[in-house]
């Protein structure tokens, strides 16, 4: 999955870092109090995805936020999970 493709479906990114390392490019996009899972509850987290040469290999999210009787919290792990899965990345 290409950086262009996580955008159509992530939206815009708040954040990126790009560094070169070993004559590869890395770059780091960073997502910043997005919903985990709208259909679900009304958590929010911070989600990062990272390219090597412009293709996904990796996927996290952290510091999920949940109101107070929230129930769920998977929404983030699931986006995580999709966004690996259509990068088609044997990494």
């Known amino acids: 999955m290409t950086p262009d493709e996580v955008t159509k479906i992530m939206g815009p990114r708040d954040s990126f870092t790009t560094v070169e390392r070993n004559g590869d490019q890395y770059t780091l996009f960073q997502y910043t109090n997005r919903w985990c899972n709208p259909n679900q509850d009304a958590s929010r987290c911070d989600m990062r995805v990272l390219f090597k ?38 990494y």
């Not at 510091?63 to 259509?86: E, M, S, T, W």
Request: charged share 20%.
């Open 53 to 90: 040469n412009q293709k996904v290999i990796g996927a996290d999210v952290a510091d999920i936020r949940r109101p107070q009787n929230a129930d769920g919290g998977l929404g983030a792990a699931i986006l995580g999970a999709q966004l690996l899965k259509r990068s088609q990345s044997p």
